[in-house]
């Protein structure tokens, strides 16, 4: 199984600040890398898919890049509705993997 | 719209058997994959399975293999998962979700299903 390790499992932030997660494969996985944002007691919901495209109707100041083993996430400016918890997700090969979190707390 | 709308929350006792269902509207349904995601207590997404509807085509992640059985009924566009034998550790909530082959991706999601397996 392809392991996917994200970083920081957890990060405090203040409205408009910019914050960054980082999502590592174990092997590489191409662009076949998508990010997901859940909030408690929801189910999760899809910010960016290969890589770096971004999903109709997510806010621009999500975004996402990289390739082969090492991707990032970055927010530009958190907003209130930003603070949650989010996954990486390999699609690459089976089983299709997870990152294991970062949840996103206000400061 | 595409929807994908899970059964209600189960509470069973270990050893019995459970079935949750997925169904899945606004889109054809033979022509995505769809997953299973599990999601215990206060813990991460654990990729479970997908199945591909138009043929049946399934695969488990080492992890679950044996554990569950995931499969299809196209004429109602109805996903399942299921347990033969639950157990205490098998208490979590568990998502369907819709697969896109075309940017390797979940697009659509269930609400969810809750599964407590508790004596």
């Known amino acids: 199984d392809i392991q996917m390790t994200q970083s920081p499992s957890s990060v405090s932030a203040s409205v408009g600040d910019r914050v960054t997660i980082t999502c590592r494969a174990s092997?590489?996985?191409?662009?076949?890398l998508a990010w997901y944002q859940q909030k408690p007691g929801k189910a999760p919901k899809v910010l960016i898919y290969?890589?770096?495209s971004l999903q109709s109707g997510v806010p621009s100041r999500f975004s996402g890049s990289g390739s082969g083993t090492d991707f990032t996430l970055t927010i530009s400016s958190l907003q209130p509705e930003d603070f949650a918890t989010y996954y990486c997700?390999?699609?690459?090969?089976?089983?299709?993997?997870f990152g294991q979190g970062t949840k996103l707390e206000i400061k | 719209e595409v929807q994908l709308v899970q059964s209600g929350a189960e509470v069973k006792k270990p050893g019995e058997s459970l079935k949750i269902s997925c169904k899945g509207s606004?889109?054809?349904?033979?022509?995505?994959?769809i997953g299973w995601v599990r999601q215990m207590p206060g813990k991460g997404l654990e990729w479970m399975g997908i199945?591909?509807?138009?043929?049946?085509?399934?695969r488990y992640s080492p992890s679950f293999q044996g554990q569950v059985t995931i499969s299809a009924d196209k004429s109602i566009s109805t996903a399942y998962l299921q347990w033969s034998s639950l157990k205490a550790s098998d208490t979590a909530m568990y998502y369907c979700?819709?697969?896109?082959?075309?940017?390797?991706?979940?697009?659509?999601w269930g609400q969810g299903t809750l599964v407590t397996v508790s004596s």
């Open positions: 979700a819709r697969f896109t082959d075309y940017s390797n991706y979940f697009d659509f």
């Open positions: 199945i591909y509807p138009g043929d049946s085509d399934t």
């Open positions: 290969a890589a770096s």
């Open positions: 092997q590489g996985i191409s662009s076949w």
């Open positions: 606004g889109y054809s349904f033979t022509s995505y994959w």
């Open positions: 997700q390999q699609a690459n090969s089976f089983p299709y993997t």
